[in-house]
């Protein structure tokens, strides 16, 4: 019998596995959900209990999909949400909720880290951008500076891919790709961590974990992680991924002529590349192999403004605003939405950036503001695009788009008519659990390199091109030029409002 292999994508707002043939044809899909917490405004968190149980019951969904055991799976691989830092205990349990990549709660040490080294200096060290949250660091030194306890009595100061194989295995690791993005990696070598920025920062590097390639084998899935998955104990399981990177892998993404667009709760493209870019907008992660990087370019909260406005301000689910925004005029009646719900990454890098609704008037109808929400998704895309346009050696040839929003077809078909170019959408949605599941294959030596496990990704890719309409295409164009505009006006002012007492949103309150 050919090995069956698990992938494992640990996302943001739910945990989804797939049982995947050595083909890469997958057999079986399953979901669970868990919840995205903010205690204090700025702050957002999880609970790693919530991944465990969400990968026990996502497990077994696919097995059941699949019609097989759990025990008859030969390898696990996993993709994580990154960068995202959890301290652990000596037996893998959380000693505090897990600090993710939007948080904004360790802004003082951002400053500490610029009064130590200096912004421009660390940038360059590291090769990404010094931000609450995205900056793996300066989480790590909050819970130093201000949850003493548990920093002090963590055994591993670990990331979302340590916590899962810890689980599972035992052991504890981490990959080139979270390090990379960790802020605590000098930009020329992610495989191990920096004596020199640790100790700067005062973070305990003893207590980091092990850098392992994504690729390779973490641990055997224990007699205890057996018992609660149903997994045969010694299945081999991958170190795995940022979810970004297994993400692409599951696109067959490997050329610098291809971009990925991965749409999800956050909006993220990734370009493979040779060395790392030399572009402030964009993140510098680690890819699979050695000397291999991905160029992200990274929204906040893409996805999560299209469903925080069907719930908060449509009332409507989204498939419903979805038919509400189709039946309004491109441009959306002169409304411009700034989907920065949560601060934004690239290309403005600013935790206190704000959404924003601009141009409403007495005739803006419900129609209008629900197109206005999509396009400015649309709009972001947009600008993550430029930005990989500005690294690419040569001009882009494909865009390659994966994950769940590329089921909506007016979205995609609003996409190309904004970028006023072709968008190519995959058949196959969920690349983070492919890719995942390939990394396990690569760990138990079902492929034998990464170019194998890349080469059965690209054999699947089956592709739905969405052309962009010529006349909304140039009804777009000036909207796009207001929009990119609209943060630089507005800049000041959301910022002085940021700066005011305010109360937790409610729809942070709840799962993102």
């Not at 992938?7 to 989804?16: E, F, I, P, R």
């Not at 205690?39 to 969904?61: E, I, S």
């Not at 591993?156 to 599972?168: E, S």
């Not at 089956?462 to 505009?485: I, K, L, M, W």
Request: hydrophobic fraction near 45%.
């Amino acid at each position: 019998m050919a090995p069956l292999l698990l992938g494992l994508d640990v996302g943001t707002s739910a945990v989804k596995a797939g049982v995947f043939t050595d083909s890469g044809r997958l057999l079986g899909l399953g979901r669970a959900g868990h919840a995205v917490q903010s205690p204090a405004p700025g702050w957002t968190q999880c609970k790693p209990q919530d991944w465990w149980h969400g990968v026990v019951a996502a497990l077994h969904a696919a097995c059941a999909a699949a019609s097989v055991r759990p025990d008859e799976l030969a390898a696990v691989g996993l993709g994580t949400l990154f960068p995202c830092v959890v301290p652990l205990d000596a037996a893998g349990r959380a000693l505090h909720p897990a600090i993710l990549y939007s948080d904004l709660r360790s802004t003082r040490q951002v400053h500490a880290v610029e009064r130590a080294v200096g912004r421009r200096l660390y940038e360059r060290m590291t090769g990404n951008r010094l931000v609450p949250g995205t900056c793996a660091a300066t989480s790590l030194m909050w819970l130093r500076d201000e949850r003493t306890d548990a920093y002090r009595r963590a055994h591993t100061l670990g990331f979302a891919n340590t916590f899962v194989t810890a689980r599972l295995t035992g052991r504890f690791f981490t990959d080139p790709s979270h390090a990379a993005i960790s802020g605590l990696t000098d930009i020329r070598d992610p495989w191990r961590w920096s004596d020199d920025l640790c100790a700067l920062l005062r973070v305990d590097v003893a207590r980091l974990p092990p850098i392992l390639g994504s690729g390779e084998a973490a641990g055997a899935v224990t007699r205890k992680a057996a018992d609660a998955t149903g997994l045969r104990p010694g299945t081999p399981v991958a170190c795995g991924a940022g979810d970004v990177p297994a993400g692409v892998l599951g696109a067959g993404g490997h050329s610098a002529d291809t971009l990925i667009y991965i749409a999800g709760t956050t909006d993220c493209t990734a370009l493979p590349t040779r060395r790392p870019a030399e572009e402030p907008r964009c993140a510098n992660s680690a890819y699979v192999p050695r000397e291999a990087w991905l160029s992200i370019g990274t929204t906040t909260s893409s996805g999560a403004a299209a469903a925080w406005a069907a719930r908060e301000v449509s009332g409507l689910a989204l498939e419903e605003m979805t038919s509400l925004a189709d039946s309004a005029a491109p441009g959306a009646g002169g409304v411009v939405f700034l989907p920065y719900l949560q601060g934004e990454r690239t290309p403005v890098w600013d935790p206190l950036a704000r959404g924003a609704l601009l141009g409403l008037t007495s005739s803006t109808t419900r129609a209008d503001i629900a197109r206005a929400i999509f396009e400015g998704v649309a709009f972001a895309l947009r600008q993550l695009v430029e930005c990989a346009d500005a690294i690419a050696p040569a001009p882009l040839r494909h865009i390659r788009a994966v994950g769940g929003p590329t089921a909506n077809a007016f979205l995609n078909q609003l996409k190309a008519d904004v970028l006023a170019r072709p968008l190519g959408v995959a058949a196959l949605q969920e690349t983070g659990a492919l890719g995942a599941a390939l990394l396990g294959g690569m760990a138990a030596g079902v492929y034998g390199s990464f170019g194998e496990a890349v080469a059965c990704a690209e054999a699947l890719v089956d592709v739905h091109t969405f052309e962009p309409d010529p006349a909304r295409t140039a009804a777009y164009a000036e909207v796009y030029r207001v929009y990119a505009d609209a943060y630089a006006a507005t800049r000041d002012l959301t910022h002085r409002l940021a700066a005011l007492p305010h109360r937790t949103p409610s729809w942070l309150d709840r799962s993102i």
